[in-house]
């Protein structure tokens, strides 16, 4: 028992309670909004070097022991996960604050930014299949609101579809839950862990993971993919980028519980799978990173080749390869924001999305420019930034599994990134200059700066990886062996 | 009553897939409503519907009802209260500034 544990999704519900209540406060909003983001993280922060020092922490909510009660875990790999999704927020909250305009603010932004936190968080923390189901709709309402908020034309056309895809996909989910309690008569999930282990994992429920398979790779844009482009591009910069950076990894984050720890027993089926599931997305992503001349189409078709790769190093499912999933995991979401951000200000600067009507911005904005630069050869995985390890890991493991379609798809579509991201950088920051300055808007300093704070902590979490190494370590151990986890949520060990 | 009940769920889901598969948007809505209703009755059947009365064990109740879908039905009632409902004020504040309820004409620009 550690009553910290629920501190990380409590904090956003309260901060974005009281935000309802000051709607005018705008100033107010703000500070507190950084406050409570500020507070997670440093929650988190604690929670780690506990978890570190004495293993798996838990809470049992109003001391029903597991597996009545609800029941919240601290692992390693969900605390590094909410940790580095305080970190992304609050670079995007300052993005916002110059960027998202007084309307939008009146109407509860901050509030339901902290509601969208709680949600993500609350999925990454809880240990019962129904109460992920909870906090995925309270992540997805408040990002049906983000989407809408604002009512301009693409918005309402785009969030229409949106909410569509996710109310169905929700139903699935029930559904699946529905089916799995019947077959097990558990959704506590290092319970439903254990009884499966017992069951041997047969037809029925391989077919109940299958069923999960396909609702969570609806959620994360692994494979069933075709709803993202559209809706990542219709919100502001500040939205997109958090959209960009959490959403998808709530998914991903569901995927990897589920078959580390729920569905392990049938690799070859599952897995397989999965794979195929990742090599395709990985391919189709890529295939639509450069085909589209958009911006925001690229960006939010990378979006889509790194939910692949992260699945891809699932799919191989050995500990190198665990291991470079949950490094290119964290660099994916700080490498997405901040790939979103700079997009988003691009096209506030330019007014233009079309990549041909941009040009040689890079005289104007040389920071801007090499920020871009930066992130480009993160997302590639040049050896001194942060995507380079996780491609390193997920490749040597793929290659020892012998898997080695897989690794060729990964390397390939690595190249095809690179070539449509510099695609942008060459023709909207190299190349003649279409527009003067005075034609542009003016660049303000709270966008640039949570770019640079971005593109920092890519380089910082690139050099700094040995300091990293030992918590990702000891996460991919944690989700490579499922007793951890069940002993530590169901027998307090 | 189990299989009652399993005809009744598939019943619900084809009408809703059949309904959700349609051009109006407020169709659509219907349909993921009813889509809904089939799976929590899918839900509360998989709990088990033979039962008996309430689970209250120091009633000296032996047969009682597993109430962990109930609450379960509850939650999800609840969700899909709220989001049917703020789907249906997208749909209509989408009707007045697009001009349409149509979702063949709510495809992406014309330019891609």
């Known amino acids: 028992m550690n009553n910290l544990v629920i501190f990380p999704m409590l904090i956003p519900v309260i901060a974005g309670l009281i935000m309802i209540v000051f709607r005018h406060q705008i100033t107010f909003q703000r500070v507190l909004s950084i406050v409570s983001t500020l507070a997670i993280a440093g929650v988190t922060v604690v929670l780690i070097q506990q978890v570190k020092a004495q293993g798996i922490q838990t809470i049992h909510l109003g001391g029903w022991e597991p597996p009545f009660g609800i029941v919240f875990v601290g692992d390693m790999f969900a605390l590094i996960l909410v940790l580095t999704s305080a970190v992304v927020a609050i670079a995007c909250l300052f993005y916002a604050f110059s960027s998202i305009g007084r309307k939008r603010e009146t109407f509860y932004f901050y509030a339901f930014v902290q509601f969208l936190l709680a949600g993500v968080i609350g999925s990454f923390l809880t240990g019962d299949l129904f109460n992920l189901f909870v906090c995925f709709e309270v992540m997805l309402l408040a990002s049906y609101v983000l989407i809408a908020l604002g009512g301009e034309k693409i918005q309402l056309r785009e969030s229409l579809k949106y909410v569509l895809i996710n109310v169905l996909s929700s139903m699935l989910f029930l559904i699946s839950a529905g089916f799995l309690y019947g077959a097990v008569g558990t959704l506590n999930m290092a319970q439903l862990a254990e009884r499966v282990a017992e069951a041997e994992q047969g037809g029925i429920l391989t077919t109940i993971a299958i069923l999960f398979l396909i609702v969570f790779g609806l959620k994360s844009a692994l494979f069933l993919f075709f709803w993202l482009p559209g809706a990542y591009g219709a919100p502001p910069t500040a939205v997109a980028a958090l959209f960009g950076a959490l959403l998808t990894k709530v998914g991903i984050y569901a995927l990897f519980r589920t078959f580390t720890l729920i569905f392990p027993h049938e690799p070859g089926i599952t897995h397989t799978l999965l794979g195929i599931m990742a090599g395709a997305t990985m391919l189709l992503g890529a295939i639509g990173a450069i085909a589209y001349q958009d911006i925001k189409r690229i960006v939010s078709y990378n979006v889509i080749v790194a939910v692949g790769f992260i699945i891809a190093g699932l799919a191989i499912f050995t500990m190198p390869s665990i291991e470079g999933a949950i490094y290119y995991l964290i660099h994916d979401m700080i490498a997405k924001a901040l790939l979103f951000l700079l997009a988003g200000t691009v096209i506030y600067l330019t007014g233009q999305k079309w990549l041909k009507e941009i040009g040689g911005l890079i005289r104007h904005f040389p920071v801007l420019g090499w920020t871009f630069f930066i992130v480009v050869l993160a997302l590639a995985g040049i050896p001194p930034l942060s995507g380079f390890i996780g491609k390193v890991l997920v490749t040597q493991g793929a290659i020892m599994e012998g898997s080695y379609v897989l690794a060729a798809i990964a390397l390939g579509s690595s190249i095809l990134v690179l070539y449509s991201l510099l695609k942008i950088f060459k023709n909207s920051f190299w190349g003649e200059a279409i527009m003067g300055k005075e034609e542009m808007e003016p660049l303000k300093l709270g966008m640039l700066i949570p770019c640079v704070f971005l593109a920092a902590l890519s380089l910082a979490f690139g050099l700094g990886i040995e300091g990293i190494s030992a918590y990702v370590t000891q996460a991919a151990e944690t989700l490579m062996e499922p007793s951890k986890y069940i002993d530590a949520v169901l027998y307090n060990q | ?112």
């Open chain 2, 1 to 112: 009553m189990e299989t009652l009940m399993a005809l009744l769920v598939g019943l619900l889901f084809t009408v809703g897939t059949y309904m959700v598969l349609s051009k109006n948007i407020v169709r659509i809505i219907l349909g993921t409503a009813v889509f809904s209703h089939g799976a929590h009755l899918l839900l509360i059947t998989m709990g088990g519907l033979k039962g008996g009365a309430a689970p209250l064990l120091d009633q000296g109740n032996d047969a009682f009802v597993d109430s962990l879908p109930q609450a379960l039905i509850l939650t999800a009632i609840v969700i899909n209260f709220g989001v049917t409902a703020f789907f249906l004020v997208l749909a209509y504040r989408g009707y007045t500034e697009l001009g349409t309820d149509d979702m063949n004409q709510l495809r992406g620009n014309k330019d891609e």
